[in-house]
């Protein structure tokens, strides 16, 4: 099955299953942990990422979470605070948080979608842009943690070295 073969107008009532068929053509690494709950390994530019998505169906929400392969020391989490404040001022869909339990920077985002249902280039698009935004910002996370950067200095700095890029 090629990409193009879920057609763009394939609907299901429970994201998760559509988003199973997506990743399954992707070959991406994925447990299903239930009807409502699902982890994926995400191969991307910088590292591997971990994204969790969730359906509620009592909400009629999608909730997707992307996990930096990464942990903000205690001494540093003022910093990325910080610059999560910073990143967040930047976003139009989502937003940066980090998981204080586990220490690790992620991307989140909830879709509420009520009665209606998802479309195959919509989920593929939700994380597309999860994906996308965490490849963009992981430098200045770099910048921040272990290069001891000031937020301001580490997103110049990161959005430098993308616009670089070709």
């Not at 999560?84 to 930047?90: P, Y």
């Not at 690790?104 to 009665?115: C, D, N, Q, S």
């Not at 770099?142 to 700095?157: H, L, N």
């Amino acid at each position: 099955m090629t990409i193009t073969a879920i057609r763009a107008d394939s609907k299901t009532a429970n994201p998760l299953d559509l988003i199973e068929q997506f990743l399954s053509v992707k070959e991406w690494v994925f447990d299903r942990r239930g009807e409502d709950e699902m982890v994926v390994e995400v191969p991307s530019q910088w590292c591997n990422l971990g994204l969790f998505l969730a359906w509620s169906e009592e909400l009629g929400a999608l909730h997707l979470s992307c996990a930096f392969d990464m942990r903000v020391p205690e001494g540093r989490r003022a910093a990325v605070f910080e610059l999560l404040a910073h990143l967040n001022e930047r976003m139009w869909l989502g937003h940066f948080a980090l998981w204080t339990e586990e220490g690790a920077p992620m991307f989140r985002h909830t879709v509420l979608l009520g009665e209606r249902r998802i479309a195959a280039d919509e989920a593929r698009e939700l994380m597309d842009i999860a994906i996308g935004e965490c490849d963009r910002f992981y430098p200045a996370f770099q910048f921040v943690i272990w290069g001891g950067k000031s937020p301001a200095e580490a997103i110049a700095a990161a959005l430098l070295d993308t616009a670089g890029e070709a």
